[in-house]
């Protein structure tokens, strides 16, 4: 049993002070105590304390990539051409290298305020695309990197076959991502399995695409998922590019979001990775479905995307959440904020995203993306009360964008102040993940990621 004792919390029901916050050694909270005196025993948490923020959109291996793709290619660069870099890249990834990177990625993530992930992981196989023995291998060691690091994490095999709409071959550098819909259902069951006892970790679905999966496939693997846990999460990448709207409409006379809800059920337990581009109608249906948009605004702004309809989204009734996706930045803060920023940027105004019951532009990204993040990520997390994993996030109370600021204020300055990180201790199932904004296995980490990287780099 831990006690820890928050001068400053935000609570389901708001910010409160003096909380004591008990956890049992299962990583669970057991009790949540407002306006309580300090405890004679128990350790006294040197900031604010937030629920910690779900990352629910990661690609680990792209890591390593992150500034190598910045090269102008032709009159029009593009996310086509980023993707060949990324083809080039991924050929020459072995289990152990994935593992040393998604390491470095998931103390990164924790060191900024995320404390689970959702790994879109659709590096299965080996370079010519020969399956290794333990077909589901690669996912192994994501887990592993996951529990290493103590984050935790909603692993998501991807179900990829086919390199462009309507069962198109695919391309050579696409071979070490293909599976069929029996085949990708295999490794799930064996994962999930193994997690189920493990509350820091859950097993869901990826599709990757409309483009790499055929409707048949689509519905097979979905089926078999729920049919094994029907609340289970899937997750589909969906309308990032007008590229692939019109190559969408040419194939099928349908835009990609309206084709998806035609030929899936989508509700509560989907996450929709970007769908940057959709129309009114598409906008509605998938802010009425419950589903959640999975948001990635500095990857987005990377791949020069586009921008999502936020705000006809949200006044739509819609739940929204945030991702690092390729990691050219790990930050849950700067995600935050650019997601706010680019719709100021759009609509020549502030304070775009909004909740009613809350002037504060932090609070409401916070609360919207804490919610929609937990939906998608299937573990219970995401409120400091009782029953609910111990997730938690202490800002430094003494660095100078948090000190002597109050309730909302501490959002507001934690999101858009930027000047550092802010983040000084993470717990993450109970357990301490980092302490004074250090992370004990960090110095092995990066020593292990920079050698992996001049391998890689050298290639």
């Not at 128990?42 to 779900?54: D, I, K, M, N, S």
């Not at 993707?83 to 290298?97: G, K, L, S």
């Not at 719709?343 to 609360?367: E, K, N």
């Amino acid at each position: 049993m831990t006690t820890v004792f928050a001068k400053t919390a935000l609570l389901p029901e708001g910010w409160a002070e003096n909380v004591l916050i008990t956890v049992d050694g299962a990583g669970f909270i057991t009790d949540v105590k407002p306006e309580t005196a300090p405890p004679p025993r128990g350790e006294w948490l040197a900031g604010p304390v937030l629920a910690g923020l779900p990352n629910v959109h990661s690609h680990a291996f792209q890591r390593a990539m992150a500034g190598l793709a910045e090269r102008v290619t032709g009159d029009k660069d593009s996310f086509w051409t980023w993707r060949e870099v990324m083809y080039r890249f991924a050929q020459n990834i072995t289990p152990e290298d994935l593992q040393t990177i998604a390491l470095q990625l998931y103390i990164e993530m924790l060191k900024s305020g995320f404390t689970n992930v959702a790994e879109f992981h659709y590096l299965h196989h080996q370079p010519d695309g020969t399956p290794y023995e333990d077909r589901a291998l690669m996912s192994r060691v994501l887990a592993t990197a996951a529990g290493e690091a103590g984050i935790g994490m909603t692993l998501l095999p991807v179900l990829y076959a086919h390199s462009g709409f309507g069962g198109a071959p695919p391309v050579e550098g696409q071979k070490r991502f293909l599976n069929t819909a029996e085949e990708i259902a295999e490794i799930i069951a064996g994962l999930g399995k193994e997690t189920r006892s493990n509350p820091q970790i859950t097993t869901g679905l990826a599709h990757h695409s409309l483009r790499a999966v055929t409707p048949d496939m689509l519905r097979e693997a979905t089926e078999y998922l729920h049919d094994i846990d029907a609340a289970a999460p899937v997750h589909i990448h969906i309308a990032e590019q007008q590229a692939e709207v019109d190559a969408c409409l040419a194939w099928s006379g349908k835009r990609p979001v309206a084709f998806l809800f035609e030929n899936a059920e989508i509700n509560e337990n989907w996450c929709l990775v970007h769908a940057t581009h959709m129309d009114e109608s598409e906008t509605a249906a998938l802010a009425q479905s419950g589903a959640v948009a999975g948001l990635c605004p500095t990857t987005e702004a990377n791949l020069g995307d586009g921008l999502f309809p936020l705000s006809a989204f949200l006044d739509a009734g819609g739940r929204i959440a945030v991702g690092s996706d390729s990691h050219i930045s790990v930050s849950a803060a700067e995600e935050l904020r650019w997601l706010e920023y680019g719709q100021r940027l759009f609509y020549q105004a502030r304070a775009v995203t909004r909740i009613a019951d809350s002037p504060s532009s932090g609070r409401a990204l916070y609360r919207r993306c804490l919610e929609g993040g937990v939906q998608v990520s299937g573990r219970k997390t995401g409120k400091i009360a009782e029953g609910f994993r111990a997730d938690l996030v202490v800002l430094d109370g003494e660095a100078p964008d948090i000190a002597e600021k109050h309730g909302d204020d501490i959002l507001d300055a934690y999101i858009f102040g930027g000047h550092e990180n802010t983040v000084r201790d993470v717990m993450c199932g109970g357990k301490w993940a980092v302490r004074e904004k250090r992370h004990a296995q960090e110095e092995d980490s990066r020593r292990a990621y920079r050698a992996v990287l001049r391998k890689l780099c050298a290639l």
